[in-house]
């Protein structure tokens, strides 16, 4: 690996540098008159210009090369160019107006590119538009996402799942390193906060060849927010009231940037007491508390650009039981968890004549607490038992009973190559060191280290009308774990060593059939090499009442998946289709034995092949001229299958999301005005796995409206959500509680007012 690494650093060879400048024009192509106001972005390095009163840009001190501009300005569709320097000094673009949003460079696939020109159907969406929703965490907001749903366990612990899978199938990027926190337990949250994040990209499908073990169902890829633009200051602050759970949230930031240096600052603190159901009942112990904070400082010149960012995430969740206590108390409550995520990040990006070179490195630290409740007879036979078996650790009352520290440090190296005509071609390696200690009695999974190496390549060509990708990779994880002891049963679990590899690959094309419809076909494979919890458990996991035990001899699983998306836009209107067929071998899950230990059921982890099948559709209506109504409607399937015909578990129901939204009109001094109204209607789930029951069909009627107030260099914002206005007493089918018949959260009004300057 050190060899590899080590050539391709022999790749970046120092060169004489000659200064040229970039003179461009853009214009309206209807009228030929120019376009005042437009971002001109240049790619590599990341540099921005406006057009001045003649439409005009102008880029200083470049060196010899290719480069990349994406034009976007509102009211016209965003364009990408290229330009060869010194041959192209000076450029003419032309926009058409369209009604159609301005795109976004989409940052989770290779290339950086709009996603009117990827090869791979990524989804995009902001924290703003999701905030709209008024949802209390980061993953309520990802079920408006199409193929996305969550899994919770009360209002506090939620999942993603895309397109059926979730936990260690799904891996997730923040601050643009992998993010880590023992995503293996189905009782652990996701563990980041919706503060200082400004978009979220979901690449639903396998994505091994980018990313790796455990990105076999997709990746959940947060962008962090931008700093402020050059030469300016901005600070804002906001708070926000949740009814339902009588909870708020606070939050406040500043972020500052000259001509070289950038940085920024936000906290946020939120604090919540039991949510209430439709039926008018509390579920005790659903509160959660918490706490982060997010910093970073960036540098950039015309050679380099360094972004370094740390985020603490700091929680107290209760782990709900039951309806009993009702109580709109916000304290802690046993049995909870107190989770810590440390996330430390540095990526650095050095641009060459007409290459560059991207190294990120980030060093994550998960502190996971879970305290259990405690009572007078419990502890009195505790003492009994410690007298008996003095050398066993125990733990008394304020101490945690679980206590994990998981440490991962990861690197990502990639070399992007000068383009040769129509090919870009990425080569890099990727690697993980991890360590898992236990500091407390009870053992989910061993003390162990876990080691990644991968090396991975990837082209793009590219044609006026036919975009091909392709790429390969090799990756190979050790997983060495400790023996350890049950010790209320007084097992002994013997240490562990394994090995795992896998050769993975993706090619994918993209045809323009004409200029408003595009065909997108994707076949990759992935894999995920087993967890620690799936080749070692022994014991209980009171989180969710189970007995498990692993199995040593789990092999990779192993999958291929076939994408087809076909989407059609005009000004008018949108229409997309997107089906796929994911076929899974050595499926790991968890089978019930139907015998009993420690008071819970007993479950053991199995392999077999599965298959999941089905699709998104979607409709976005946009009439010209009225620019200002949207209706948006999305349909989602997933059909989990074992081959043996059982239903896999935790597959969400079919469901339809129909929103109108419309974009009030600007006065003189409001704007960015917003009304919305939604209904998303879920199917009844019949397809069920072997230890889950069907699920009832529900829907629930959101709304919102919004609106900023501009008074000279202030603006306040404000923002009114409703969800489930009808009060609906509901339970989905990916709830936790679901066994125990426990409803999800009523209604819940949501009113925010911010300030930013």
Known sequence: MKNIIFGLLLLVVSN?????????????SDSNQPVIGATVQLQKPERAAITDLSGEFLFQNLSEGSYTLIISSLGYGTKTVKANIPEDGEIRIELSPTAIEMEEVIVSTPFHQLQSENVMKVERVTMENLERT??????????????????????????????GLSSNRVLVYAQGVRYENQQFGDEHGLGLSSSGIESIEVIKGPASLLYGSDALGGVLYLN????????????????????????????????????????LLRGNFGSFSDYETGAGERVTNTRFTEYDLKGGVGFRNDSYKGDLRYNLNSSFVGIPEGIEAQTTSKSKMEPYQQVDNHILSLENSFY?????????????FNNRKEFEEHHEDEEHEEEEHEEEHEEEPGHSEGEPALEMHLETFNYDLKYNFPAHGKFETIIGVQG??????????????????????????TTHYHLEKID???????????????????HELETEVPALEREFNSYNGAFGVKVDLTSHFTSRLNLATGFRAPNLAELTSYGSHHGTNRFEIGNRDLDNEQNYQLDLALEYRNQHFEVST??????????????????????????????????????????????????????????????????NGNHLPLIPAQSVLNTIWVELPEGKNFRNGYASLS?????????????????????????????????????????????????????????????????????NISLGVGVKF
């Open 224 to 263: 962090p927010e931008r700093y402020a633009p050059a030469d300016s200051t901005i600070v804002d602050a906001e708070t926000t009231y949740y009814s339902n759970t009588e909870g708020f949230e606070a939050n406040a930031g500043i972020k500052s940037s000259g001509e070289n240096f950038s940085y």
């Open 352 to 364: 060459f004549n007409d290459s560059s070179l991207d190294f990120k490195i980030g060093y994550l």
């Open 679 to 747: 209904l998303k209607s879920v199917f009844d789930q019949e397809r069920t796995g072997l230890f889950e029951t069907e699920t009832s069909g529900y829907s629930l009627l959101n709304a919102g409206v919004g609106t900023s107030l501009a008074l000279n260099s202030m603006e306040l914002n404000f923002r009114l959500t409703g969800t489930n206005l009808l009060d609906k007493t509901y339970i989905s089918h990916l709830s936790r509680l679901k066994p125990e018949g426990i409803p999800n959260m009523g209604r």
């Open 468 to 486: 091909f990708q392709a790429g390969l990779r090799y990756d190979f994880r050790r997983i060495s774990a400790n023996g350890y002891e049950n």
């Open 432 to 457: 993980m060191f991890q360590t898992n200690t236990n500091l407390a009695e009870e053992i989910l999974i061993p003390d162990a280290t876990t080691t990644d190496a991968g090396i991975l390549a």
């Open 134 to 163: 008024g949802g209390n965490r980061l993953t309520d907001g990802l079920s408006q996402i199409a193929g996305v749903e969550t899994i919770t366990t009360g209002a506090g612990i939620g999942k993603p799942v895309i397109r």
């Open 578 to 643: 997107n089906a796929f067929y994911n076929s899974i071998n050595n499926y790991i899950f968890l089978n019930p034995t139907g015998g009993t230990m420690d008071e819970n059921p007993v479950f053991e982890y199995l392999q077999n092949d599965a298959k999941l099948y089905g699709g998104e559709i979607g409709l976005h209506i946009h009439p010209h001229p009225l620019d200002w109504l949207h209706i948006e409607s999305n349909y989602e399937l997933v059909i989990g299958e074992q081959d």
């Open 16 to 28: 004489a540098f000659s200064q040229y400048s970039l003179n461009g024009k853009i214009i309206d």
